[in-house]
Every structure is written in structure tokens, then in C-alpha cells.
């Protein structure tokens, strides 16, 4: 067998674009804008093979939250390693699922004490929008078969979740494969005009959905949200003041609410769950990204003991025969176990509170400049929109200011006129200064 070595880069990057076909990308991009062969991590930082390092900041696509090559994560691996690898979850189970889905439920205080395992983030998409159905069909109304979800909101790319995305882009080549589904306004504080508030656009797209479900609750199964952020979204932010609108609103009309936290659970907004800040507990709520500090794909759907109940019968069929081959995998589990530890031994949440401050000191900048509108925060995500007249290229600055930003030694990866960063919880004060230094220092060149 010929072996080719990974130690020059550009041979590394030329074998990835013949062989290796890219997520979330354009391939033809990629000849003007190389790949970046990484050759490891360490902390908050990726080192390329020539030794240039990146300061990452959106945690690796939003699922880094304690640094790269975490030596409590790596220890944690390590011991399950030399236990079992991995096992079937079907008719089996082991420690580490065990006790990531007692703790999970303790954090929700009991309210969602089940919990189902899967891979990505979509997946445990389509867990809770199949298990929705599927409660209704056992509960004596096939009829309850629709569902609703947010204008401009992002929940995953596999079919079902696809369906309940309103993200043009993702889905509008494949319109004809998805599911009809009812799309809401979003709360998105963006939209309010003088002399309101995020509280009152919450109310008034609280009010269009209280429309839909007086005429049509008898056929829909549930509404499913981002809570506070929709991220894929342009980091679309909303005031709390809505989930609790909207969870009143569910339980009036018998509709199951799914919160999708992938993006902003696990501490992202500030609490550990984004539902939290409105002190509701949703029907089901999903979790992938960082729930395994970046380590290995994990992703769950946590529900209540009255949907787990329905399902539980004598009858095979009545069961929820849904399956992934990694299922609960141990190494996984383990990793997320490593996370809550962490979470704990370092008081995490309450030690964000002071790292939003230090990164919103960082970004201070962003509201004065003229050529940036909406700047905003919820945690550790941060925001701004850079105004469409001030763009040169619109439809080339997305990559034209992630390529500005490499040059100064960061990973950011905006979403169209919209800039963000979300780095990992271990930031120095020093390293979140130099982060907002170095974006305002790639924003003048790409605007320049």
C-alpha cells in the first residue's frame, strides 16, 4: 500500500477538494478560496500545518465549548476507551447513557425525564417531530398531523427537519420533497419600529400565531422554535416574553411545543437551557452541538413522562421504533458526561456572565460605526449587521470577510450582511480583546 503523507498541506488540500465533498459549500469556490488544512487544536486555538494559528471564534460551528483537545475531555475518553467502545442501545445500555440522561432530566428539574439518542442535531430534529405525530395517532387524533414553525428559522437538513427550515437557501431545491407546514412570523426584535420593543414584537407575532391555532389546532401537532436566537438565521434574537406566549398558547390549544437548543443550549445564552430565561419547560427539547464539548456527534430529544407513557404498551407497534446504529454511543455519553462536569467544577454559567461582558467591552466598537445596525447579544453570541448600502458585493462578502479574517488570524464565518462570533467558554480577557480587534480589522478591509 503506497502511504501519502498529511505533512504538506497543499498536497493535503488538493486530495480533499478531488476526494472530500464538502458540507454547507459551494465546491467551486474553493478555486479561489483554498481549503485551510488543519493539523490541530489546542484551547481555543487551530494550528495549520505551517504553524499559523486561528483564534475560533464560533467554537468549531458552534460546538466547541471548552477548547480544543481538553485534557479533562481527553482523560474522560480515555478511560471509557479501555471499557467498551460502543454497544447497541437496543435491548442493551451502559453507564455513561444512564447517567447523562438522569442529569440531563435534573437540569430540567424532572420535567423531561426521557430522553432518546441519536447523532446530529437533525436527527434529534426528526425524533421529536416524528414522536409529535406519532402521540397524536395513539391519543385518537390522526388529524393533528401538521406542524408550525417560525419565518426565517433553521432546524436541519434531512427531510423532516428541512420541512420546518425557512431558510431559502437550504431548502428551496428540494420544496417539492418536504411536507406543508404552516410559517409564522418571527419574533425577531429587528422588526420593531419607533416607539416599540423586543417585548412588543414578541406580542404581536404571539398574536399571529394565536390566529393560526384558533382556526386550525385541530390539525396541527406542534410549533417548533429556536429559543431567544435563531442562529442559521442571521442570529435573529427575541425576547423571552415570547416562549412564555407561546408555551400559554400550546397548552390552550393542545400543541405540543418543541424547543430546538442544539445551537443555544448547553450555557450558550447565558443559562444552561435557552428556555430557562422564561422560566417554561417545553413538550420535547432537543440538544446536539456542544452537548459533547465538540468531541464526538451526539444529539438527544428529552420529552415528558405523558408523551413517554403514550407509547408504552403491550402492542410492538405503539412503541416508537425509530433507530440509529450509535445510538447513545458510550464515547460519546462520555464526553458529554466530562462537559456537565465541567459545567459544574468551574461554576460555567456563572462565570459567563463576567466573559459576555469582557466580549461585549470587546465589540464596544460595533456601535458606534455607522456602517453597522442591530447590534446585539444574548450570552455568548454576538451580533451585528452590517448595512447592505455599505457592501460592495453583497453576495461575495460573507466569504470575502472570512477570508479578511484568516489573513488576521481568527475563524469567523458570517452569515450574509451579518457578522457574529460565539466562541468557547475558556477566552482569556486578553484573547476576547484581541478577537474584537481583529474582526473590526477585517471589516475595514473588506469595506474599505
Known sequence: MKVISDSDPHSLVKRSVSAVWHPCTQMKHHESLPLIAIARGKGPWLYEENGHALLDCISSWWTNLFGHSNPRINQALNVQLEKIEHVMLAGFTHPPVVELSERLSALTEGHLGHVFYASDGASAVEIALKMSYHFWQLNGKPQKKKFVCLENGYHGETLGALAVTDVAIFRNAYGSLLQEVFT???????????????????????????????????????????????????????????????????????????????????????KFFAC??????????????????????????????????????????????????????????????????????????????????????????????????????????????????????????????????????????????????????????????????????ALEKVLA
Open 184 to 270: 409564522i412570523a418571527s419574533p425577531d426584535a429587528r422588526k420593531a419600529v419607533a416607539g416599540e420593543d423586543a417585548d412588543d414584537v414578541a406580542r404581536k407575532s404571539a398574536k399571529a400565531l394565536e390566529q393560526l391555532l384558533e382556526s386550525e389546532h385541530q390539525n396541527i401537532a406542534a410549533l417548533i422554535i429556536e429559543p431567544l436566537v435563531q442562529c442559521a438565521g442571521q442570529m435573529a434574537m427575541h425576547s423571552p416574553e415570547y416562549l412564555k406566549l407561546v408555551r400559554a398558547l400550546c397548552d390552550r390549544y393542545e400543541i405540543h411545543l418543541i424547543a430546538d437548543e442544539i445551537a443555544v443550549g448547553c450555557g450558550r445564552t447565558g
Open 276 to 441: 430557562e430565561h422564561a422560566g417554561i419547560w417545553p413538550d420535547f427539547l432537543t440538544l446536539s452541538k456542544g452537548i459533547s464539548g465538540g468531541y464526538l456527534p451526539l444529539s438527544l430529544s428529552m420529552t415528558t413522562d405523558t408523551i413517554y407513557q403514550a407509547f408504552y404498551s403491550d402492542q410492538t407497534q405503539h412503541g416508537f421504533l425509530h433507530s440509529h446504529s450509535y445510538t447513545g454511543n458510550p464515547l460519546a455519553c462520555t464526553a458529554a458526561l466530562a462537559c456537565l462536569d465541567i459545567f459544574e467544577s468551574d461554576q460555567v454559567l456563572a462565570n459567563n456572565i463576567a466573559r459576555a461582558d469582557e466580549l461585549a467591552k470587546a465589540f464596544a466598537w460595533a456601535k458606534t460605526d455607522s456602517r453597522i445596525e442591530y447590534w446585539r447579544q444574548q450570552g455568548m453570541i454576538l451580533a451585528f449587521d452590517v448595512k447592505p448600502s455599505q457592501i460592495k458585493n453583497i453576495r461575495s462578502f460573507s466569504r470575502d470577510l472570512f477570508a479578511a479574517s484568516l489573513q488576521e488570524g481568527i475563524l469567523i464565518r458570517p452569515i450574509g450582511n451579518t457578522v457574529y462570533v460565539m466562541p468557547p467558554y475558556i477566552l482569556s480577557a486578553q484573547e476576547t480583546e484581541q478577537m474584537g480587534s481583529a474582526v473590526q480589522r
